[in-house]
């Protein structure tokens, strides 16, 4: 069974512009979430979609946003560019609720 | 409070040696422990997933759940250097709804 993708690998944006993330879960699995990975913070939670419906929500502001198509496949989008959005952003999977989560590669974002 | 703290190290243990992961936890809900490893440039990997208390064994790496005391422990025995990597505690909370994760611990095996 093919893991969690997600596209790009890599990117290179300028403040101010916008960015959009995709993420194709793992085949079955409904929830999606997530997280931004930073070395000073760790990983922290953004959100989490479960059949099309954003189920939880961390503490980010408005610029992040996210949607789940009907595929289960998520993007994840962050408007107005700030420096401090430089990260790896990871998107995870997981069968249910209560299951462990399988992450892909990440997106390596860089803001300049 | 973070809802679970993680002492980030890094921690450097000679090959062989037995090495001991910690993390604490905040809120008594929580059910579902995980740990997770990372190598570098990758997505975390999940290692071993256990549900309230007790202890899970799987090759070389046990996890451990003290609820009483909210303490949960991964040991790797025999490590290896291929072990060299962040490992990141998870727990979930009772009704399913975020996975919190600690900060990570690097751990480097020398050869």
């Known amino acids: 069974k093919a893991g969690v993708t997600q596209t790009p690998r890599y990117l290179i944006k300028t403040r101010g512009q916008q960015v959009t993330l995709s993420c194709s879960p793992i085949?079955?699995?409904?929830?999606v979430s997530w997280y931004q990975q930073t070395p000073g913070q760790g990983l922290q939670f953004l959100f989490e979609y479960f059949s099309e419906t954003q189920r939880n929500k961390g503490n980010f502001p408005g610029r992040f946003s996210g949607r789940q198509f009907s595929n289960s496949r998520s993007e994840m989008n962050v408007s107005t560019l700030e420096l401090g959005d430089s990260a790896l952003y990871l998107c995870?999977?997981?069968?249910?609720?209560?299951?462990?989560?399988?992450f892909g590669p990440g997106t390596r974002l860089t803001v300049l | 409070q973070k809802e679970v703290e993680q002492d980030p190290g890094p921690l450097s243990v000679p090959e062989g040696a037995i090495v001991s992961l910690n993390c604490t936890y905040s809120?008594?809900?929580?059910?579902?422990f995980m740990w997770y490893r990372q190598y570098s440039r990758k997505g975390p990997e999940l290692l071993m997933y256990?549900?309230?208390?007790g202890n899970k064994e799987d090759g070389r790496f046990t996890a451990q759940v003290d609820k009483s005391s909210k303490y949960i422990s991964l040991f790797i025995r025999d490590s290896q250097p291929s072990d060299s990597a962040t490992y990141l505690c998870?727990?979930?909370?009772?009704?399913?709804?975020?996975?919190?994760f600690g900060t990570g611990t690097s751990l480097t095996v020398i050869p």
């Open positions: 998870a727990t979930l909370d009772g009704a399913g709804n975020q996975f919190y």
């Open positions: 809120n008594s809900a929580f059910q579902y």
């Open positions: 995870a999977s997981s069968l249910d609720s209560a299951g462990g989560q399988f």
């Open positions: 085949s079955g699995h409904r929830s």
């Open positions: 256990t549900y309230s208390s």
